[in-house]
């Protein structure tokens, strides 16, 4: 099991920071980890980049995509 998947079945929230490159719209959010995947834009609908705050991570974690 790697740090994603420990982040994912832990159902904790988490802090995350978003970014759409479509339209540029950026900002934080609170989300469970199961809802970081395919997360999409509220301006345009487009996918957004998501990265999850260290301190939020699992000790040895990598960001989620």
């Known amino acids: 099991m790697d740090a994603d998947d420990q982040l994912l079945s832990s159902g904790a929230f988490v802090e995350c920071v978003f970014h759409c490159p479509a339209c540029g719209l950026a900002g934080t959010s609170v989300v469970r980890p199961a809802g970081v995947?395919?997360?999409?834009?509220?301006?345009?609908g487009s996918e957004v980049v998501l990265t999850v705050f260290d301190r939020f991570r699992p000790s040895g974690g990598r960001p989620v995509p």
């Open 37 to 44: 995947i395919g997360k999409t834009c509220l301006g345009c």
